[in-house]
């Protein structure tokens, strides 16, 4: 019974590699441009793209991932830093930004929110990290004495 389950377990890891360099090799046989007229096509292609929005970082990690649709960026979207931290997430309308967008700094931290209509910022907010010290909440320091030596 024991032999049945550690051949159950080392198949499905098997499975499951054989999956995951799958997916690997298709998504990196896309190859994806941006041309002048600012709409996406498959390298080489003279049509528009329509598919999964995919990109990696030179290191492997995840860049983007979004969906195009007659070329051009459209739904929720997601941008990473190389360190696999996410950076940008919003949404597409048309291949133009549109509605909140959400910007975060290589930590992960939220550094800015903005709103988008028809590819134009409308509201920014910039968020700056305050430190426990810096709070306005923050109990000020009692003041010291200091002796001169005299």
């Known amino acids: 019974m024991k032999w049945i389950a550690i051949i159950a377990v080392c198949l499905a890891v098997v499975l499951y590699g054989l999956n995951a360099l ?31 929005g995919l990109v990696d970082h030179p290191n492997g990690e995840k860049a983007q991932e979004g969906k195009i649709e007659a070329g051009k960026q459209t739904g929720p979207w997601k941008i990473w830093h190389a360190n696999g931290q996410l950076h940008w997430e919003g949404s597409y309308k048309d291949g133009k930004k549109e509605g909140a967008w959400t910007r975060f700094d290589e930590e992960g931290v939220k ?26 909440d923050a109990i000020p320091a009692a003041p010291t004495e200091q002796k001169q030596n005299e």
């Not at 994806?32 to 390298?43: I, N, V, W």
């Not at 800015?112 to 426990?132: A, D, M, N, R, Y």
Request: glycine share 8%.
């Open 22 to 52: 799958n997916r690997a090799e298709n998504r990196a046989e896309v190859g994806l441009e941006q041309r002048e007229d600012g709409l996406y096509y498959k390298t080489g292609a003279e049509t528009v793209f329509t598919g999964d």
């Open 111 to 136: 550094a800015k929110e903005s709103t988008w209509e028809e590819g134009v910022e409308q509201i920014i907010f910039e968020l700056k990290t305050v430190k426990p010290a810096e709070s306005p």
